[in-house]
């Protein structure tokens, strides 16, 4: 049942529109969020690992985040969350 509802959502989510307002909303929160990281030592290092794990430049953040469109961000939902590509697992704990 949980799958199916997963599919549908999303089959409901690649044909609807991603409104302006809220991708700059998100953006500005992912934004405020990444900032804050800057405000602890432990912050820093955990951002600056995760980059640097992906090949990525830590400062190059908010730029990459700046050209985020929703015409691009549909275009990846997309191309990621096809159901040709996804798998069901299901997890039966032995009963004792």
């Known amino acids: 049942k949980l799958a199916s509802e997963i599919r549908k959502e999303?089959?409901?989510a690649s044909k609807?529109?991603?409104q302006r307002r809220d991708v700059e909303r998100a953006r500005r929160k992912r934004l405020g969020r990444y900032l804050r990281s800057f405000d602890s030592p432990d912050g820093i290092a955990f951002m600056v690992l995760g980059f640097s794990m992906k090949g990525l430049d830590v400062f190059e953040f908010p730029n990459a985040l700046?050209?985020?469109s929703p015409?691009?961000?549909e275009g990846r939902l997309k191309e990621h969350l096809r159901?040709?590509?996804s798998a069901v697992s299901i997890l039966d704990p032995k009963r004792n």
């Open 83 to 85: 159901e040709d590509r």
């Open 16 to 18: 609807s529109r991603l």
């Open 10 to 12: 999303i089959a409901r």
């Open 66 to 68: 700046s050209r985020l």
């Open 71 to 73: 015409r691009v961000l």
